[in-house]
């Protein structure tokens, strides 16, 4: 009789720990607060967003890289592309679970003339159909829950810490700090002067712990006040 060789995989090389915190954020809807970026948004103001990479990186580790995607359809118009994607993912059973959804990338243009190619000019349609692709896919995998609570419009925990995982070195410095108040201040609309009010304080170089002043700010907000009070 033959004996069958196991083959070495890399299903292997998945740590239960990162699997176990790959499940846990899914779980949780909440995706950890160093992996969130900015941009700029159509019409003014910031959009929260995190990269292709974290969002891949999380459905393999929960499925053990049992999953595809596939673009079902392309349409190239004047000033963007859009790509409508499919992400299919498996269990261990071999069943497969699939969302579809749009992606979308404005179409990069020269600013000015140069060797080989005039002002207006597309850059590379190739790789904004790729930005596309990917954008389409990172929509497919929030329906599977990834990064759910950025792209649903959940509120940020902006000081949120991954305290509970002893394997955590995440620290949030006094300059990543100040932005993140800030960015919470910006969203909530709300006036300096209002700020300054309810943290009983004159100016910003008054506030000496950032997330202590988010904690207050919030729970102010939360109770129903406001600067008045």
């Given amino acids: 009789m033959t004996e069958v060789k196991k083959e070495l995989t890399v299903f292997g090389f998945i740590s239960d720990s990162e699997r176990k915190k790959a499940i846990d954020n899914l779980i949780k809807g909440k995706t950890p607060i160093n992996e969130v970026k900015q941009r700029p948004m ?33 349409r190239i118009l004047d000033k963007e592309i859009g790509a409508k994607m499919k992400v ?20 990069a243009r020269w600013a000015s003339d140069g060797k080989d190619h005039k002002a207006g000019e597309p ?14 896919i990172k929509k497919c995998l929030s329906y599977f829950g990834i990064a759910n609570d950025i792209y649903g419009g959940k509120e940020l925990e902006y000081f ?4 509970a995982d002893e394997s955590s070195t995440v620290v949030m410095d006094d300059d990543k700090a100040k932005r993140a108040f800030n960015k919470y201040i910006t969203d909530k609309g709300l006036k300096w002067s209002e700020v300054f009010t309810m943290l009983e304080v004159k100016s910003m170089s008054d506030i000496t712990d950032y997330k202590e002043a988010y904690n207050k700010v919030k729970q102010i907000l939360e109770k129903g006040g406001d600067a008045t009070q």
């Fill in 88 to 107: 299919t993912v498996f269990d261990k059973d071999g069943n497969a679970f699939s969302q579809t959804s749009w992606g979308q990338k404005d179409i």
């Fill in 42 to 74: 159509r019409g003014g103001g910031e959009a929260n967003y995190v990269n292709t990479y974290y969002m891949t990186h999380q459905i393999s580790l929960i499925t053990g890289f049992r999953w595809t995607s596939e673009c079902l359809e392309e």
């Fill in 123 to 136: 850059i590379s349609i190739f790789d904004d159909i790729k930005a596309a692709y990917s954008d389409g």
């Fill in 160 to 163: 949120a810490t991954d305290e």
